[in-house]
């Protein structure tokens, strides 16, 4: 799938996903441990928002969702309507140089060709201020598809696996990584990682 069949696929799905995705669990409680980990008032940039349920609503008012899919952005309006809210791809952030503190990157990156993905952390690196921090997940398996019947729709996966993924990282700049496993919205296992300049 291409960028503009990726973001059709994800116009189509998102109010299934919305629907369908728990908005508490112990992959959102993750983030209060890293907030408290980021300075005072933090700007954070969640990248991936979608409808803004999981993850955006958990950040401090005025964070930065970014989607590439403008339904998805709309339903984040209703969901976290004090949110400030980008259509954008991960690859050129529409975001200025060290501009955040923080990004929350839940099951997002693994929607990006894996060629480009350690451009993404490139990205991230860029936009975050000099010792900040991203918080992602962290896909376990090595796969490039596109699974169809996904939320009724159809949608492209990609990942390098774990260790490639953390040596993209370490390659874009940061240098302090730590993982844990959560549960994910839709019910399974996860593991995360904390990565910071």
Do not use: K
């Amino acid at each position: 799938m291409d960028r503009n069949d990726i973001r059709a696929a994800w116009d189509e799905v998102a109010e299934t996903y919305a629907r369908q995705r728990d908005p508490g669990g112990s992959d959102a409680a993750l983030i209060g441990d890293f907030l408290d980990e980021l300075p005072p008032e933090p700007l954070v940039l969640d990248a991936g928002c979608g409808d803004g349920a999981r993850t955006l609503a958990n950040l401090p008012a005025g964070s930065l969702g970014l989607d590439f899919s403008g339904r998805g952005l709309e339903l984040a309006a209703q969901t976290v309507p004090e949110a400030r809210l980008l259509q954008g791809d991960m690859t050129a952030l529409p975001v200025a140089d060290d501009a955040v503190d923080g990004i929350t990157a839940y099951h997002a990156v693994f929607h990006v060709p894996r060629d480009e993905q350690p451009t993404v952390y490139r990205e991230f690196a860029r936009v975050l201020e000099p010792g900040g921090s991203v918080l992602m997940t962290l896909p376990g398996g090595r796969f490039e598809t596109v699974r169809r019947g996904w939320m009724g729709g159809e949608m492209f996966f990609a990942a390098p696996g774990r260790e490639q993924t953390l040596t993209q990282l370490r390659d874009a700049g940061f240098d302090d990584l730590r993982t844990t496993s959560a549960d994910d919205p839709l019910g399974s296992s996860t593991e995360f990682v904390v990565a910071s300049l």
